[in-house]
Each structure stands twice: as structure tokens, then as C-alpha cells.
């Protein structure tokens, strides 16, 4: 036969199934007939139409697919349970989904759904790899999502465009719609904005001298104490813009430090320490508004 002079693929060699296709580039795959029908509704329905004799005898030749053999190798294992699933590769998962798409293979789409949304839930988990699709590249799983209507990934990837740092949108060069594009930008500057109100009340805020605590004197902060206060209330300025998230104000403020001032001679307290009681209450509201739900389809 014509198709044993081709290049047998090494992962799904002669015996492995008994349906033959071979890839744009030549590379014979065998793969179990009953795998195919069971998970794309492509094969299902190729495999269920009646074929006269001369059509039957055709069966046994190669089918010849447009896809290159490395994109049909990553579709056979994604669907084949005698491998062990390998993770949805970032470099290639534009390029999967499209052959999923074309072969109508749904599990495809469901594991990667299910992949953004266990990622979600790391997002607050201190330590979490920034490799993570949905946090290394939130705006391609949003062109992801918009491509294959995905309502659940694509909700997640707006969550994530709203608070995640502005160098992944800038240096990201997928394009999205420009209506989705706004409206992401809205939510990023409702968020700003959110924390400039924070930003405001430490700026209106006295500082108090922890040695005078106990009577609550207030203080005028010295010119150096100053300086140091408007460093910092800067930093939180700069720092939101970027990446309005509630961990980017958090941490700044906790490395705000308490230290002798060399001018006025006084411990230059923290802002922090001078709203203590309304700090939870911001954390809580930030969590809120992180949390919340968004739009889809964006209109």
C-alpha cells in the first residue's frame, strides 16, 4: 500500500488502532476507530454514513487530514485514556482548540475550562506559579474564550485584565475586539479610582507619635517625615495604576516601615497604624469588588 512507504508516527505506530490517518506532512498515524467516535463528533458522524463498496474499500487507505503531524499528535493524546493526558501546552493551546473546534472533540474544551477555572482559584494563594495561563497571558485566554464563546474562561480572564499588572495587556499582541478592550480599561480605572479614595484619607490622616499614644496627641510631621510621606503616598499612586489589585496596595503599605526620624529626632510612625480600624473594612471591600461578577457577552 502507498501509505506504508510514508513516515510512521513513533507515539502511534502500526498495531497501536485500525483507522489509518496520515498528516499534511506525510506521518502515518494508527489509532483506535472506537476512541474517535466516542469523543469527536466528527469521526462519529464520518463513520456512521453509509458507504458503498467502493467506499469501504477506501476505508483502509489513510485518511488525509490538513493538520501537520505535531498538531495531530497533540490531538490524539489529548483524547487517547491509555496515555496519560499531557497538560494543555500555552505555546500551542490557540492551535489545539482550533483542531478541537474542527473535529468537534468538546473534552478538549472542557478540560481546558475546567484548567482556567482551578487557576482562578489560585489567585490569591501567595506563592502561585506566575506561569499559569490565566495569569502569564490573561488576555490570550480572553481571545480564547471570545473565539470559542467560552462564558466561564472568558468572565475569568476579564477578572484577571482587571487586576492584573498593565505590562501583560501592553506587551501582550493578541488582538481583541475594541468594545472589550474599553471595557476592560473601565474596570481597571473604576479599581484605580477605588483606591485613590483609600490613598486620600491616608494622605488626609495625622500622623501619631507612638510614644504618645495612650493620649492620642497628634503631631505635625517634620519636613523629612513629610518627604517620607509623600514618597510613600506616591508609591501607592503608581503602584495601583499599574496593577489595581488589592495585593499590590497591601504591600505596599505593610513595607511601609517605623523608623527614627534623623531630623525631628521622633519614630516616624506608619500610616497604616492611623487607620487600623477602617484598613479591614478596605480589605473586605477590595475582595468585593475583585470577586464581583462581569458582563458576558461584552456589549
Known sequence: ??????????????????????????????????????TSDFFRGMFELPTSDQAQGMMHEPLVVTETADALEDLLEQIDPKMLTPALDNDKIIDILEVARKYQVQIIFDRFEEEI????????????????????????????????DIESVGKRAIQELARCSSDLIRNDEIEIPAKVFKHIQRLREERIQKYRTYIDIFAKARNRSPSKRSVHIHTTPCVTCAKFRSEFLFQLEKGVEEQPAW????????????????TCRERRPRLLDSVVSQYIQWAMEASRMENSEVAWPVV
Do not use: W
Open 247 to 262: 495585593k499590590t496596595f497591601n504591600r505596599i503599605c505593610r513595607a511601609e516601615i517605623s523608623a527614627k526620624c534623623e
Open 1 to 38: 500500500m502507498e501509505h506504508m512507504e510514508n513516515k510512521i508516527s513513533e507515539r502511534f505506530p502500526s498495531g497501536y488502532g485500525d483507522f489509518v490517518l496520515q498528516s499534511s506532512d506525510g506521518i502515518i498515524f494508527y489509532f483506535p476507530r472506537h476512541i474517535l467516535v466516542s
Open 117 to 148: 477555572q482551578v487557576q482562578y482559584q489560585l489567585r490569591n494563594v501567595p506563592g502561585r506559579s506566575t506561569q499559569l495561563l490565566l495569569f502569564s497571558r490573561p488576555l490570550l485566554v480572553l481571545y480564547i474564550a471570545l473565539q470559542h
